[in-house]
């Protein structure tokens, strides 16, 4: 199979590497532009072959994560090969291999795959890690790459593979069986991992052994899994071709000794069936032979465990009994059915459901106060909002801070978030202010607590510190931020710094809130026009006189507010109007530099507001723009011939907008002048 395009994203087959007769691996190599990733390592007796095939794409010093699904006993071995030949990047995999790879201190950076909800790495938006428990292992897991819609799917859809073999579907169909049949418990945890794949959208199937699965046939290799069957026991077939199933019931039974293996005390298991016709392995806990067969051996095992332990014990079975019954249709235990143990299996039944009531209940309680959390935290970040930190603000206000101590706020904006929304798109935009959380969280001293600022910033706060301490702090992410790996483009941030004690003592507390907020802004705003990777605090002397006078002329309440706030970081006077009247009014009160106008307004429009004030001589100089969701030919040629100045197509884009009034106000001012 060829490897997979997705633009800057590929996947590639490293394989097949011989193992033995009937065993090939293999192992896939994702890359792109932000990261790559090796899908598991070789056993150490194909390395070399592996060796040669990876190095063909890339080198080891490049790689940047190695994902490790499924272990043997050369695994680590094999890492510390990779190690040697360079990599530095970062090993996810399950807790087990990474107690082992502490264990034996090998140098390498590692995360759990149960830990990755808490981390910003670049590929967290296109990987998705599955677990699938006791495929063959307890902690396994399989990955599902969301750009090329490839699931590497270790050892769930692996085969035995033969070289002269021609792989027809009914062929890779029964050697999946196979395979399954020989490494896997059963097909009861496989369907529970195919209820998952169910909810993702898949084309390929990359398996670590045996025959890869193209798009073609994908979709019939998962239907056939879903309907596998078995148990460690086979399915012969009748002549019209029902299966009659011949069940093991040594299997069975070693089913619910494991049970009891997982919940007491190994010792007291093999004590319990010292002496019983059933005969335990000593090693591995495992019932290995017995004189009892068939249906003697299912009721006398449970009336023998009664015998010995009483009724808790079969009550922690009765769970697995209950579904092993319907699996095989298998009838209830003679001693399930005593009125003894009928009777205390309904007390417990009662008790468990009293149980579950009361989580349910106490669920119901966390639920609504994680409910109430959620609505005070931002989706993207996590972090709680801005309003959080105001109420917060006004208690701070409450009680005076110690001697020459204050409490600071630092506003970051990363200075290409904009940018990286138009060419990445707005989820790569998204992941972007993750990793600034991320970046910042990672440098940031422990007596700082983030919030998401009410537009693209970050809130850094610190309570009890000197102007030194804050300034410091910002540098220091000015620094983190710039030097970051995590982000898709270089990228670098703008700080803007304020402390409490710059507002007058004597305002009152609502007051001083907002003069802090609005403080925070203006210095961002003054960031901003002085270029990228500034740090603003008041030692910039922010000027008091305004910009100009901007009449706002729109009913689109979103617009309008969001205009609103930039031309007022900008130092801009803006004055609102929602009709065309009350425009006109406006700017025969007082003096307007620049009026913005949206084209579509109730009773009269835009165009008309520009006829009006053309036929004016007072007014018919001032700059006129028009913003509108409908910028055809028609309204441009309108335009034009009213000579408005500039037309601008909804959503705005601000840069664009702010250059162009910058130079509408240069012109003004020169026409003035003459």
């Excluded at 609005?518 to 008091?544: C, F, P, T, V, W």
């Amino acid at each position: 199979m060829k490897e997979q395009f997705h633009s800057q994203h590929k996947v590639l087959p490293l394989g097949p590497f011989i193992v033995d007769r009937l065993h090939t691996s293999y192992q896939y190599l994702i890359q792109n532009d932000a990261y790559s990733m090796l899908i598991d390592l070789p056993t150490l007796q194909v390395y070399d072959l592996f060796h040669q095939a990876f190095l063909s794409h890339q080198s080891f010093e490049t790689l940047s994560f190695i994902t490790i699904q499924h272990s043997d006993m050369t695994t680590l071995d094999v890492l510390n090969k990779v190690i040697d030949q360079g990599f530095k990047g970062t090993v996810i995999t399950h807790e087990f291999i990474i107690r082992q790879i502490i264990n034996l201190n090998i140098p390498i950076q590692w995360i759990s795959i149960d830990q990755l909800d808490h981390t910003s790495f670049s590929f967290r938006a296109q990987i998705q890690f599955i677990k699938t428990r006791f495929l063959p292992y307890p902690d396994g897991f399989i990955t599902y790459d969301h750009v090329s819609k490839t699931l590497f799917s270790a050892y769930l859809f692996s085969s035995y593979y033969k070289a002269h073999a021609v792989p027809s579907l009914d062929y890779i169909e029964k050697m999946i069986f196979q395979f399954e049949k020989a490494y896997l418990p059963s097909s009861e945890y496989i369907r529970l991992v195919m209820r998952d794949l169910e909810k993702i959208k898949l084309s390929t199937i990359y398996p670590s052994f045996g025959y890869l699965i193209d798009p073609s046939i994908a979709l019939d290799v998962l239907e056939y899994v879903t309907k596998t069957e078995f148990f460690n026991h086979h399915l012969h077939h009748q002549k019209d071709d029902n299966p009659i199933v011949e069940i093991n019931f040594i299997e069975i039974m070693n089913e619910f000794i494991g049970i009891l293996a997982k919940n007491y005390p190994r010792i007291d298991v093999l004590n319990t069936f010292t002496g019983s016709p059933f005969h335990l392995d000593q090693s591995t806990v495992t019932l290995k032979k017995t004189s009892l067969v068939d249906y003697k051996l299912w009721h006398y095992f449970f009336e023998y465990i009664y015998a010995k332990k009483g009724i808790t014990w079969l009550i922690l079975l009765e769970p697995s009994l209950r579904f092993i019954m319907a699996r095989f249709q298998l009838e209830l235990p003679a001693i399930y059915r005593t009125e003894l143990v009928k009777y205390h299996l309904e007390v417990h039944h009662l008790t468990e459901k009293q149980k579950e009531l009361e989580t349910t209940i106490e669920s119901l309680r966390s639920e609504i106060e994680s409910a109430k959390d959620h609505m005070l935290r931002d989706p993207i970040t996590g972090l709680y909002l801005q309003g959080v930190l105001k109420e917060m603000m006004y208690k701070h206000f409450e009680h005076v801070a110690p001697k020459g101590k204050t409490r600071g706020i630092i506003l970051i904006h990363l200075d290409q978030l904009m940018d990286i929304n138009r060419r990445y798109g707005k989820e790569t935009g998204n992941e972007s202010l993750r990793n600034l959380v991320y970046t910042i969280e990672k440098g940031k001293s422990d007596f700082v607590s983030l919030f998401k600022q009410q537009g693209p910033g970050i809130l850094a706060v610190m309570e009890d510190v000197t102007k030194e301490m804050i300034v410091k702090e910002a540098e220091n992410y000015r620094n983190l931020i710039s030097e970051s790996p995590h982000f898709i483009d270089k990228v670098t941030a703008s700080m803007a710094v304020v402390t409490c004690e710059e507002v007058n003592p004597e305002l009152l507390v609502n007051d001083k809130v907002k003069l802090i907020f609005d403080l925070l802004e203006k210095r961002m705003a003054l960031a901003h026009q002085r270029g990228m990777n500034e740090l603003i605090d008041e030692s910039y002397k922010l000027s008091e006189a305004k910009e100009g006078n901007i009449l706002l002329v729109d009913q689109d309440l979103m617009s309008r507010n969001m205009l609103y706030r930039l031309f007022k970081r900008l130092n801009y006077e803006v004055i609102l109007a929602d009709s065309v009247v009350e425009a006109f009014q406006t700017i025969q009160k007082q003096k307007i530099d620049i009026v913005i106008s949206e084209i579509n307004l109730s009773k009269m429009d835009g165009f008309q507001l520009k006829t009006m004030l053309n036929e004016s001589k007072i007014f018919h100089q001032i700059p006129f723009v028009m913003v509108s969701h409908n910028k055809t030919l028609e309204n441009i040629n309108r335009a034009n011939t009213l000579d408005v100045d500039l037309i601008l197509e909804k959503p705005v884009i601000p840069e664009e907008l702010i250059g162009h009034i910058k130079r509408l106000k240069e012109r003004s001012k020169m026409y003035d002048r003459q």
